[in-house]
């Protein structure tokens, strides 16, 4: 179960960094923004959902070996649902309603929490590489 767990977080770590850093870039740097904007918005669902679902297995894999990164893995995964089910619609619907202020710090909130998710599953994984 620590190798399952390991490497299920791990993927959660890779797949969360590349998402953030390299899909959501290059979306906007490829397509126009009348584009990029539609393509995120039907993306980012999937996404936290498989930060969600990768989040809650590994962290239920490490419940009998180290409580610290259960709860870890357990906080993203709540925080993933904050952010999917009340964050991105506000986000949507500032963007539709023209509202930028309001836009901007609701993306650099959502923002943060998808950095915390980034940082909370390195230090799950090194905690649990040192476990093997």
Do not use: K, W
């Not at 770590?13 to 126009?32: C, D, Q």
């Not at 009340?86 to 950095?115: C, E, K, Q, W, Y």
């Amino acid at each position: 179960m620590l190798e399952t767990s390991l490497l299920i977080t791990a993927l959660l770590f890779g797949g969360t960094v590349l998402y953030a850093f390299g899909f959501a870039a290059f979306v906007f740097t490829a397509l126009p923004a009348e584009s990029a904007g539609p393509l995120i918005r039907q993306a980012f669902p999937h996404f936290y959902m498989f930060v969600l679902l990768s989040a809650s297995l590994a962290g239920v894999l490490c419940v009998t070996i180290d409580s610290f990164s259960a709860i870890t893995l357990g906080a993203i995964a709540a925080t993933t649902v904050l952010a999917r089910e009340v964050i991105m619609p506000a986000v949507n619907a500032a963007t539709d309603a023209g509202a930028t202020a309001r836009f901007r710090g609701l993306h650099s909130l959502s923002v943060l929490i998808t950095l915390a998710h980034i940082v909370g599953a390195a230090v799950v994984i090194v905690r649990l590489a040192f476990i093997v």
